[in-house]
């Protein structure tokens, strides 16, 4: 929903353009193409010898007439009955068409025996099979992570046209609410809300602009929610439930706001808010820390997303082993602060650790350490008071789902868990 109505009065964003070392995270402006054929020539992937792959065969010895590092020019061409050793990153000699290990070979002076026939084409990446020159390496709207970043590099993008951050205003509400670099008075509570809030916004490399906190009136709401609509999208929290003094509805009411939603069966955030006013997307979150926390993630996080000028990344899931039993109310989805712990992570040391020294290969180097089989990760709710439940929150490392059609849930059964931004 909050896709279909934003994606209708989203414009794209203006450029800028920056070096590429700076754009991390930022959104494309334009489209990257390759300058050249990548690889640029024929790319030996191993070290070994560049053969004429119809020449070998288990037995085979061919005459070695020299050799290629990385960046070496090509010069001789193989004929038959000969090869040239080649180190990884080279390019092929003319005549060769594929690559043998030196582990499959022995070499006697000029002379390399073979020890399997290989195809045409082995252990060779043929120039352009990466990336054809004058092609789109990145297109326009694509966020730029280390990868994309390296894309940028390889064909030598140094300055890019990367969107203007959306300006994102933040206006917390209530009367209890004081700045956290105050002190409160015994029944005031510091603003956690515009803390976690700008820190979730600058997160997408967006820009948050902190406006304070509003007063329970109609008076302080009206002239901050004013001066909100002059960004991108406001972001209200508080205010928004059914209390007396909640209200952020009425006064966006009062300036033209047409409501998209204003309750979603969700828990906590059950009240949040989504409105368009005057062509700006507001959104209200509820007050309770946690429920502002996830409304964001949940709703805020995809406008946000689109005034950068990108899609909308879809939210990082997996299923986990729940470690104990649960019970939640029936009828809402639940998004619980929990702990992820991995069962056995792809990439871990085998239990039995390193190769000990008798163990090792008389050379120089290691053997390779071999990766167990994963395990799937397991999954503990945190204990929490509810929805105002910093703390809880902040010894997170993962919000686990409980479906709305589930009242129990039984300790090892598979449940969803969402990764994003904690
Ligand atoms: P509300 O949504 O305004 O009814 O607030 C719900 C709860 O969240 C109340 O306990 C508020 O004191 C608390 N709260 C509201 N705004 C903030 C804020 N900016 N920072 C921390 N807690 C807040
Ligand atoms: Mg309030």
Aim: with cysteine.
């Amino acid at each position: 929903m909050v896709i279909s109505r934003l994606a209708a009065v989203t414009r794209e964003p203006r450029t800028e353009f920056i070096p590429l070392l700076a754009a991390q995270g930022r959104i494309l402006g334009q489209d990257i193409l390759s300058d050249r054929d990548y690889p640029p020539f024929d790319r030996s992937i191993r070290d070994g010898y560049a053969v004429r792959a119809a020449d070998t065969h288990s037995g085979a010895t061919l005459r070695c007439i020299g050799e290629l590092k990385a960046g070496d020019t090509p010069s001789t061409t193989i004929q038959p009955g000969t090869c040239i050793q080649i180190m990884t990153g080279a390019a092929l000699a003319s005549g060769a068409d594929a690559v043998i290990m030196i582990e499959h070979t022995q070499r006697n002076a000029d002379m390399v025996t073979l020890d399997r026939a290989v195809q045409p084409g082995q252990h060779v990446v043929p120039r352009g099979s990466e990336q054809p020159a004058n092609k789109t390496v990145l297109t326009k709207g694509t966020r730029l992570g280390f990868a994309q970043i390296a894309a940028a590099a390889q064909v030598g993008a140094a300055q890019l046209a990367v969107y203007r951050k959306p300006r994102i205003t933040i206006l917390s509400t209530g009367d209890e609410v004081v700045d956290f670099t105050a002190t409160p008075g015994p029944f005031q509570i510091r603003n956690s809300n515009s803390a976690s809030l700008a820190a979730q916004v600058a997160a997408l490399h967006a820009e948050p602009v902190p406006l304070g906190n509003a007063k329970d009136t109609h008076q302080d709401l009206r002239a901050k929610i004013a001066t909100g609509l002059q960004a991108d999208a406001l972001i209200l929290s508080g205010g928004v439930s059914a209390g007396k003094y909640d209200l952020v509805e009425p006064v966006l009411r009062e300036f033209g706001a047409e409501f998209i939603f204003a309750d979603v069966a969700i828990r906590p955030g059950k009240p949040v808010v989504f409105a368009l006013c005057q062509g700006k997307p507001v959104f209200g979150l509820p007050g309770n820390p946690v429920s502002t926390m996830v409304t964001f993630e949940l709703f805020a996080r995809i406008a946000i997303e689109l005034l950068s000028g990108t899609e909308p990344t879809p939210l990082p899931c997996l299923e986990a082993i729940l470690t104990e039993r649960m019970q939640e109310k029936p009828g809402l989805t639940h998004f619980l602060p929990a702990l992820l712990e991995c069962g056995r992570p792809a990439a871990a040391f085998p239990s039995s650790g390193l190769p000990t020294a008798d163990q090792r290969e008389p050379s120089s180097r290691q053997a390779s350490v071999q990766v167990g089989d994963p395990q799937p990760p397991r999954v503990t709710p945190l204990p929490w008071q509810g929805s105002g439940d910093i703390t809880a929150m902040s010894r997170a490392n993962c919000l686990l789902v409980i479906p709305p059609d589930r009242e129990t849930i039984k300790a090892g059964e598979r449940v969803q868990v969402i990764l994003r931004g904690l």
